[in-house]
């Protein structure tokens, strides 16, 4: 059988595009492509053949702003890797109000881990903060790549721990820190974020009210705070 890389995925069909657009289509699939082939090289230490065995079958997508990745209560079938653009993982609560878990620009992955191992509905939606374009990975990639490459066993170990660690010390911060605390925490886990992200998208994540932060940033100018 010949394999083909695919444009688009399956479940996000594409919209229609006229043949003076076709071109610029194809030049972002094969960038996108060919960053995330550096990035497994440089991170998860794959050989050029690995890579490409690997690569063989992947899905690029442009969203635009506001499309979604993931609806609360579908089960999440990909792991995205965002090449360009923006996205962001949240919940809703009951009152309609949202409650920003990630964000994830270039060179981030972002997904509902606990949806897609244990095949559940995810309480997650994914959605694109800028026009993006995104690498999707299913569980036939990760699979595969544990089969071909140990080297990819030990990155992805640490990438799960690192994500376990990040998780408690984001719950640690919401539960016991200041909002000066917190905000200084995100700006060294996003510093190109500040002018990217709304603010009440930046509250929204650090668990205050759009009026709190706008209080701790005029308190952190007041002492000549400078993020670095």
């Not at 993006?132 to 490459?149: I, P, Q």
């Not at 701790?216 to 100018?221: I, S």
């Given at each position: 059988?010949?394999h ?50 690997l ?43 949202e ?26 939606t ?29 990155y ?73």
């Open positions: 059988m010949k083909t890389h695919a444009l688009f995925p399956h479940h996000l069909p594409p919209k229609k595009i006229t043949p003076s657009t076709f071109y610029f289509f194809l030049f972002t699939f094969h960038s996108a492509l060919e960053n995330f082939k550096t990035y497994l090289k440089e991170k998860a230490h794959l050989t050029v053949d690995e890579v490409a065995e690569t063989r079958e992947l899905s690029v997508k442009t969203v635009g702003k506001s499309d979604f990745l993931l609806h609360e209560g579908e089960v999440c079938h990909y792991s995205f890797f965002v090449d360009k653009g923006l996205l962001r993982s949240y919940t809703i609560d009951e009152g309609g109000k409650h920003i878990i990630q964000f994830a620009p270039e060179n981030w992955f972002i997904t509902d881990r606990s949806s897609a191992y244990f095949m559940e509905p995810s309480q997650l994914i959605d694109a903060i800028e026009e993006s374009t995104v690498v999707f990975l299913d569980n036939t990639f990760m699979e595969k790549a544990r089969d071909l490459s140990k080297e990819f066993i030990r992805n170990e640490k990438a799960l721990h690192n994500f376990i660690r990040h998780q408690q010390q984001r719950i640690n911060l919401l539960l016991s820190a200041t909002a000066e605390q917190r905000y200084l925490d995100f700006i060294s886990l996003y510093p190109d974020l500040m002018l990217r992200v709304p603010q009440w998208m930046i509250a929204s994540y650090l668990g205050l009210t759009p009026e709190s932060l706008s209080r701790v940033r005029k308190e952190l100018a007041r002492k000549n705070f400078k993020p670095q």
